[in-house]
Each structure stands twice: as C-alpha cells, then as structure tokens.
C-alpha cells in the first residue's frame, strides 16, 4: 500500500528545513516599523555591551546576534535569534532580525547551487514572471493564512536589496558594475515602488516586471535574476518552512521522501567550524572508504570551514552522479586525511540500531532518523526481527528527528494504537482540513516508551503527541521542538521549479496545538548524547552513558504496562 499521502498531486511533508525556526506569522512588516530601517539588511551594526546602562534578555540577544550579523556568520545568526525568539515570543525586534539573518543567508545558497544558477540562465525574465504569477498564485490558494500583497512586495524587494548587498550575488551577475551605481540603486529601489498598487497578485507582477527593466538599464542586471529575488524574497519570509525549491532542491526533496539520493552516504552536522560526521550509511560511498561516525570533516574541495560557514561548505557535497568529491577528514585520534569520494545512489535507511537494549527483560530498541515513504515498512520489519526474539516491551527513539511525511507518521503511530484520534490537520482551505484516526488491526500491544528532545520536530512530534495524548506509552526526554505546521510541495508548471509551502497547522489528539508547544515528556530526562552518535570529542556513546535510554529502560523493565485494549 503506497502510505504517502497524495492531494491534488503533491506530497504533504512536515519536517524542519534548513534551519529550525518557530512559525511566527508577520503582524507588520520590519520594513515599516519606524525603528528598523532599509540599510539594517546590509549593514548590520553592534552595539557595545558597555554603551547601555542596562541590558535585559531581549537586548542582549539582539547585540550578540548583530556581532553574528556583522561576521557574515548568517547561519549562526539565525539559529541564535531562533532560540532567542523561543525565549522572547512576542520581541519584534528579534524576529526581523532573524529574517534578514535569513534573507542574506539564503542568496548566498542560492548563488553556489548550480542548479539555480543554470535556471537564471536559461530562463527569460518573461518565463521567469510567469513563475512569479504561478508562485502567488498558490500562494493565494492554498497557504494557510490569509497573503498580505502589500507585505509580499515589501519582502520580495528586500530580498533584491540583500542581494545587491552580498559577494556571490555582485561577483556573478555585477562583476563589471560600477559599486557605486549598484549601492545607489540598491538604496533607491523601494522609492521606485512607492505608490504602485499592491492590491492584486498581478499587481505584484508589473512590480517586479518594472523593476527588472530598470535594473537592466541602470546596471545590467538580468532580468531574470531580479525577478527570481523577488520571487525567493515574498516565499522564504512568510514563515521559516516556505521556500522556493531549486531544479536539484526539488529532486533532493523527492528523493529523500523515497528514502533514496545522490551522496557520499554521510549524516552531517553543522558546528561552528567543522561538520560533525553523525553517522555513515552502510554500504555507501563514505563507508566503503573508511569513513566513520564521529569524525570530522574540515574542507570540501579546499574550502576550508573555519574560513566559510560549515553549512556553505556542506552543499558542495553535492554533485552529479557518479562525480567525484574532494575532502578533509579529520579522525577521531586527531589524524588529518584527505579522500576523493564518489557520488552515488544511496539507500538511506530511517530505522538504525535496532537491538535489546537490556537482554535480561528484554526490552527493544529502535531508532527512527525520519519519517520517510518506506518507514512504516522498516519498522514493521525491525519490530518483527525483535519479537522472533521474545521482545517483552519496546523504545522508540525520535530525538533529533526532524520529521518527514506527515502519513508515515500517522501510520507508525496507527501501528501502536487499536482506536482512538491521531491527528488533527486544520489550514485556511478546507481541503487542508483532516482528522487522522486509528484503526484496529495489525496493533502492536507491546509496552511502549518513545523518546524525544528539543530537536524531535513535526512528523516526530504527531507519533510521539498521538502516544502521549491516547496514554498508549511513557514519553522520556525534554519537550519536543514544537512545530505544528504541514507543508505540501508543489511542482510548478512554469519553470522546473518546486515549492514548500505551508497549508495547515496539526494538532495532537486532545486537541492541543503542537506550535510553540511541543510535545511534553511525561517522564522528562535531561539531554545527553544518544547512544550510537558521538559525543563531543567524537567517540560513540554507549547505551549506559544514554541516561534518557537508562531512565525508559527503568520504566519499561518489570512493570505491567500494556496498550488499553477495547
């Protein structure tokens, strides 16, 4: 039975994208508070500590991420104005801080994706409005809260003002511009707009259409990549999880709902100034080569990542097929190498070390990294492996899961529950609307412990919130990430171009909303490192240095806990 979930042609995905980040939905535009102004994009400035008399949580935040800002440090920036927004829900002044963090983060991804960067040079400006029109008008369609035009406008030109303001953006498309004429016009551009109406979708067309022109008449500049700024500007500040999808985006997104793609076979974080090798896949290209959870990698084609943000430096991993990669690894002893991977197809699997983790009352472990088209397939698989071996009670670990397929999770959840609601999906259309339930057979009664932590985000949060709300199992950890929303991925008919967009919010069964709430452990444990991933210094923790795994194989051994059954 093919378990993903298909309205009218597109996938409903809830996961966390590139950077986690609360939804947080305009109220006004940081364009025209009277207190930030348009040269915030591009010149951030630091306030020293010394020069205030007093300094709460919410300035000190600001001051610390404009230090970021001033850095170029853009993806550290908007993971720390996220966090600080967590902190501070209601500062206005963080959150626009975060969305410029992210408006410059964003063009210079774009500008080192090769897939975009063929899209500007193949597409006319014409075909490129036509993408423009295609994108608001789903935007007009199917996103969850009502679209402010005005406020599109606003985002699409400040997306334009940050790019003209960046390296990668002038050094490809400017090169032979004179500086001077590029800052003037970038200073100039909201002034063109001024008075133009914004009161329909195609309003916002002839905008951007105008601009282009003038752009290529001042300076030169494609009016393609002008309109694609606009474009890329209006989807990425409507929320944290909307987003344009590049040609190779795209492809990357489906091929990681069919749990396949083309890599070296790594799972990757990002630090300050390094890429944390989470884990290797069996039998992919990494591996076969020697490489091992817990290492580190330090450049990629000579880009070194204490010189370039790691996260940059982490895209030019991608490639074509079967092409080759230039790397730094460090190992876990300290010894440098470098190594030339190979690109290739890899299975990635969702379900990994799965064993007993206590042999004497058997208690099963499984880990799920995400949900994906074949997860409900490899737990059942990983279930049965563990009950042809007597398994008396069962973990599942969800920390750091960002999510994935909004039915693989409710499968999974369906998996453990005879009856009762799992879901709740609610959005601005009523075809957005759906209420998930479970059915009774093939119900696994088995006593049941998930574990989650801050980083346990969407698909995650609907099975471990369909477990705790129906008291079908103990919920171990610290309080889930908390995102409620559900993207659906479009593929645009106009260019070769995909979007994520937000389309409704879920809710648990209760009817508690997941958003800036999370999911609450019912026993909470404070974060450790998980047990199969490294620890700080890179080597694997073990599953007694796991004090999360400790404390649920605690409330599982020896107790009578089973389903409520009918």
Known sequence: MDLVARL???????????VPATVIIFGQSFLTCGHVHAEDFVNPTVVAPSTAPAIDGEQAAIIKGRELEANHMWGEAIRHYEKATREFPESVGLYQRMVISRLHHDVNRRYQDQSYLASIRELSTTQALDLYSEILAN????????????RVLIHGTASLEVALSEEKFVDRLLGSADPQRVEAFRQTIHHKLQGRSTATRFDLRASAAFVAAEANAELGLSGTATVLEFLSGAVSTLDPYTRLLSPMQLEEMFSNIEGNFVGLGLELKAKTDHLQILSVIEKGPAEEIGIRGGEKIIAVEGIRTDEQEPGYVADLLRGPEHSYVAITV???????????VQRRRVEVPCVENVHFVDPVTRVGYLRLTNFQKTTTRDVERALWDLQRQK???LII??????GGLLSAAVEVADRFMSDGRILTTRGRNVRENFDYAAHRPNTWNVPLAVLIDGDSASASEIFAGAIADSGRGVI?????YGKGSVQGIFRMQSATFGLCLTTAKFYSP????ISHNGVVPTVPVASTHIAARPDDEGRLTLDTEDA?????IEQLSGRNMISRLP
């Open 510 to 513: 209760s009817g508690r909303a």
């Open 330 to 340: 460090v190992g876990t002893d300290g010894t440098q190498r470098d190594v030339n």
């Open 476 to 480: 171990v950890g610290e309080t889930s």
């Open 139 to 150: 935007l007009q369609t199917h996103y969850v809260e009502d679209v402010d035009w005005a």
């Open 548 to 552: 999360v795994l400790q404390k649920a």
């Open 397 to 402: 670990d969800v920390r750091g899961n960002p």
């Open 8 to 18: 009218a042609g597109r996938f409903l995905f809830c996961t966390s994208f590139v």
């Open 391 to 393: 398994m008396q009670s």
